[in-house]
């Protein structure tokens, strides 16, 4: 594999795949889905991530699985500008490569609202019609919080109702139009990372995969550890969630019903990829920089 060395002595991943080396504690991340391009009618705007450095995990406001803060290498890649919207889906079930949601409530429907409703597997079949994939974690998280590790999408500060959507009743509250809270965008300009809708990603949900960031989470080592935990009567790190009996999928980034603490970027949540929840939607990312269709309005 193909690899150059960074300024600071690490190692980057070229862009063909991933690596399991270190250097100077400096992990390859990887590796990365084949993906196909678009098809006629998806609408693909995303932001242009560059190769690098950057630092996963929380050692002070995160859970046990955030830790321990570490530093991680990516190569290149592209992430949507915005979380993919119910008109987006229109498009991809009118395409008949994309099945319908959950019955939402009045609430939560809007064109220029995020998909809700739909599970991991329905998100990936989408991605896939849009020419990519879901995100990895790795990926996901580097495209909040920068290469300096920031907390949330735009810095330190508490968040507040100009930065995010979060913090509504569950009875009454609702999403947001996509893009609509600038000022909490992430360094590229990656909106609406932290609030809206929780994110699904492609990484399975493994509590220690921040402990080897040297070694990509699997099915197997996310049961490995998830029995682990078991063995030593720890219950779990996400809220009254017990540990989960599956291999069961990340969500990244907070919701609309969830506290301002919870929005912080290192921040893990999982239920199995059937669930298709209202609170949880996604976006998409390739490998890049090859140039995509011109992306229809929103």
């Known amino acids: 594999m193909r690899q150059r060395v960074l300024r600071d002595g690490g190692v980057a991943a070229s862009a063909l795949g991933a690596c399991a080396l270190a250097l100077s504690g400096l992990w390859c991340v990887g590796p990365r889905a084949l993906q196909a391009q678009p098809r006629e009618g998806a ?27 570490h530093r991680a290498v990516l190569p290149a ?28 409530e009045a609430r939560f429907v809007g064109p220029r609202l995020p998909q809700m409703g739909v599970s991991w597997f329905q998100a990936a079949e989408y991605c896939a019609w849009a ?18 590790g ?14 995010a959507v979060f913090g509504r009743a569950d009875a009454t509250g609702f999403p947001d139009p996509v893009g609509t809270h ?10 609406d990372l932290a609030g809206n809708v929780w994110e699904w990603v492609a990484s399975p949900y493994d509590p220690y995969a ?16 998830l029995g682990d935990l078991r063995r030593l009567g720890v219950r779990g790190f996400t809220g ?5 009996n599956e ?15 919870g929005l912080r970027s290192s921040n893990r949540v999982h239920h199995p990829p059937r669930y298709r929840l209202v609170m949880s939607g996604f976006r998409c990312a390739d490998d890049g920089p090859a140039s995509a269709p011109s992306a229809p309005p929103l």
């Open 150 to 163: 920031r907390t949330f999408p735009w810095g330190e500060a508490t968040p507040t109702p100009r930065h």
């Open 210 to 225: 921040y402990r080897h960031p040297e070694t990509p989470a699997t099915c197997a080592t996310a049961m490995a550890a």
């Open 77 to 104: 890649f592209r992430i949507d500008r915005t979380e993919v919207t119910q008109a987006d889906w229109r498009r991809c079930v009118g395409a008949r490569r994309c099945t319908s949601p959950r019955p939402l």
């Open 182 to 191: 600038p000022q909490g965008d992430s360094p590229e300009g990656v909106h």
């Open 240 to 244: 009254s969630n017990p540990l989960p």
């Open 131 to 148: 020419g990519g994939r879901l995100p990895s974690e790795a990926e996901w998280e580097r495209a909040a919080r920068g290469p300096e």
């Open 43 to 69: 609408r693909v705007d995303r932001v242009a991530i560059a190769e690098g450095g950057f630092v996963m995990g929380d050692d002070t406001l995160g859970e046990g699985d955030e830790r321990p803060r």
């Open 247 to 261: 291999c069961e999928r990340v969500l990244r980034g907070g919701g609309w019903n969830y506290g301002g603490a």
